[in-house]
Every structure is written in structure tokens, then in C-alpha cells.
């Protein structure tokens, strides 16, 4: 397998499943302003949707989107606590984490990074987050993890988005459920194998 990504990106989630299943890959850095692969590759002839994460798998296929990536590394594993078996409830509980993270947390700070967005539109996006935000700290008040007591992939992907949260001034304090899960998750041994990976954290 190999890995496409870009430090401290959306590509961390997959990165970080990929240290919590014990899988080794491949990493290839890509540099996103020029879609070119650290390897002097065209990136859009490996991912034509041009972004990170993109993984490619034993087969040769490129997978992209990460909540996809992330399933197919769980089940890769066969660790059933990064990923319940497919078809239980406790699969769509995770479907419906990485759904909600993707299209309601992850791409809320997307368009505050977006310069182009103008600043009336980021005023009612950051609105929005927030409310994404607060209700996932209500969920991790009875819990220590999105699905209960264990890690799993959902919150690689969750720690990932909550890091930006320092680069829109939104400060993770306000939700102290949130603080004390990304102090929890960062503190992980192969959350921080993937942050030195990809040189987002010191030695
Ligand atoms: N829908 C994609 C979105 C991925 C995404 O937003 N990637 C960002 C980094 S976090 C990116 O590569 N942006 C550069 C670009 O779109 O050109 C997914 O969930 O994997």
C-alpha cells in the first residue's frame, strides 16, 4: 500500500489508521499547490480529484475519500475495534461518525482556510462548526471515544479536523470533552508514530 498525503492534512486520519492496524505502507508526500508527488510525479494522473488522502492498494486501484480509506485499512487489519464488522449496528454508528465528520466538521473549516470564501459566508460556516462542535462534545461527555470505550478509526479522523482549530482561532477550551479527547488521542503511541512520520510533531 501506499499513502498520498500532505502533513498535518485530512490525509493524517488514514495515516494514523494505518499506525493503529500495525500496516505498513508506503508514504509519498504530495505537494498540493503543484499536484506533483514528492517522486516528481503528476498527482492528478494518480488521483484526478487532485486532493490527499489517495491510497494505493495492494492491487494496484487508487482509493480515495477517507472515510472509505480509513474502512478499508480497519478491515485490512481485521481489528474489530477500529472498525466493527461490517453490517452491525455498530458499523453504521461509525459510517455515521465519518459521514458527520467529513461533511459537517471537516468541510466547515475547509471553507474557513477557503480565501476565496467571501467573509459574510465564513461568519455563518464558523456559526455552523460551532454547533458541529458542541454537539461532539456533548457526545464525548459519557464516553471517551466516538463509538464508547475504543479507538477507532472516527477518531483519527475527528483528532485530525480538530487540530485546525488553532489556525481559525477557535479555541478547543471551549469544549472541554473535545480538549480532553484530542489530549487523549494525541498522547496515543501510533497517533504520534504518524504526526513524527509526517514531521507535525517533535521528537
Ligand atoms: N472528500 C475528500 C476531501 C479531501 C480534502 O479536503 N483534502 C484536502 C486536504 S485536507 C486537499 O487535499 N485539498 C487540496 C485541494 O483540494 O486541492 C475526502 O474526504 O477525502
New binding site residues.
Given amino acids: 500500500m501506499k499513502l498520498y498525503y ?1 502533513p498535518g ?3 493524517l486520519s488514514p495515516h494514523i489508521a494505518l499506525h493503529e492496524a500495525g500496516l505498513s505502507a508506503d508514504l509519498e508526500k504530495v505537494d ?1 499547490a503543484k499536484k506533483i508527488t514528492a517522486s516528481g510525479h503528476d498527482y492528478s494522473q494518480i488521483n484526478p480529484k ?4 489517495a491510497l494505493e492498494m495492494d492491487d494496484g486501484g487508487v482509493l ?4 472509505a480509506i480509513v474502512q478499508y485499512i480497519a478491515d485490512r487489519s481485521g481489528n474489530r475495534e477500529l472498525a466493527p464488522p461490517a453490517g452491525s449496528p455498530a458499523r453504521y454508528r461509525l459510517q455515521e461518525w465519518l459521514g458527520f465528520i ?1 461533511s459537517e466538521i ?1 468541510k466547515g473549516f ?1 471553507s474557513l482556510f477557503d480565501s476565496k470564501v467571501p467573509d459574510e459566508a465564513k461568519v455563518s460556516a464558523r456559526d455552523r462548526l460551532i454547533k458541529r462542535l458542541a454537539f461532539t462534545d456533548a457526545a464525548l461527555a459519557k464516553q471517551p471515544y466516538l463509538l464508547g470505550s475504543h479507538f477507532s478509526v472516527a477518531d483519527g479522523y475527528l483528532y485530525t479536523v480538530l487540530r485546525w482549530c488553532e489556525y481559525v482561532k477557535l479555541d478547543l477550551a471551549t469544549w472541554p470533552n473535545l480538549l480532553a479527547f484530542s489530549a487523549r488521542v494525541a498522547a496515543r503511541p501510533a497517533v504520534r508514530a504518524a504526526m513524527l512520520a509526517e514531521g507535525i510533531a517533535k521528537a
Fill in positions: 500532505s492534512a485530512c490525509s498540493l487532485g486532493y490527499v488522502p480515495t475519500e477517507g472515510p467529513a471537516h475547509g
